[in-house]
């Protein structure tokens, strides 16, 4: 399943550090292959590791304030909550997944659990 954080509403020019969201990663997974070949606007970034569940990807968009997350949920919590440890505070972060089953604002500062929570009880 992809799982999407995105800025909501203008970014006003900010997009995510890539070398500061690539050493976040590799703080969970440390053989992580990247691939920086511009492929598409969604695809401009891509991250390949393998996690406890199997393999899994996630990539950015090319304005850089929209990672995609090819891995299962609890996988796609960490990387929601490094990505808006990255994001400024003024900014509005939702996660939600591709089919919008569901779609929660994720608050500067929560936790694994804490989002964990909002998806559980918005799905």
Same mark, same amino acid.
């Given at each position: 399943?992809?799982?999407?954080?995105?800025?909501?509403?203008?970014?006003?020019?900010?997009?995510?550090?890539?070398?500061?969201?690539? =050493? %976040? +990663?590799?703080?969970?997974? &440390?053989?992580? *292959?990247?691939?920086?070949? #511009?492929?598409?606007? @969604?695809?401009?970034?891509?991250?390949?590791?393998?996690?406890?569940?199997?393999?899994?990807?996630?990539?950015?968009?090319?304005?850089?304030?929209?990672?995609?997350?090819?891995?299962?949920?609890? =996988? %796609? +919590?960490?990387?929601?909550? &490094?990505?808006? *440890?990255?994001?400024?505070? #003024?900014?509005?972060? @939702?996660?939600?997944?591709?089919?919008?089953?569901?779609?929660?604002?994720?608050?500067?500062?929560?936790?694994?659990?804490?989002?964990?929570?909002?998806?559980?009880?918005?799905?």
């Amino acid at each position: 399943m992809t799982f999407l954080a995105v800025v909501e509403a203008d970014a006003g020019g900010w997009h995510v550090d890539r070398d500061a969201l690539t =050493d %976040a +990663i590799r703080t969970r997974w &440390a053989e992580v *292959r990247i691939d920086s070949t #511009h492929r598409s606007e @969604v695809h401009s970034l891509v991250w390949d590791f393998d996690t406890e569940n199997g393999p899994g990807e996630a990539y950015l968009h090319e304005d850089g304030t929209c990672l995609y997350m090819d891995v299962w949920k609890e =996988d %796609a +919590i960490w990387l929601a909550i &490094a990505f808006r *440890r990255l994001t400024p505070m #003024h900014l509005d972060l @939702v996660f939600c997944d591709e089919g919008y089953t569901f779609d929660v604002r994720l608050p500067t500062g929560s936790t694994d659990a804490e989002l964990m929570a909002l998806v559980n009880a918005a799905g």
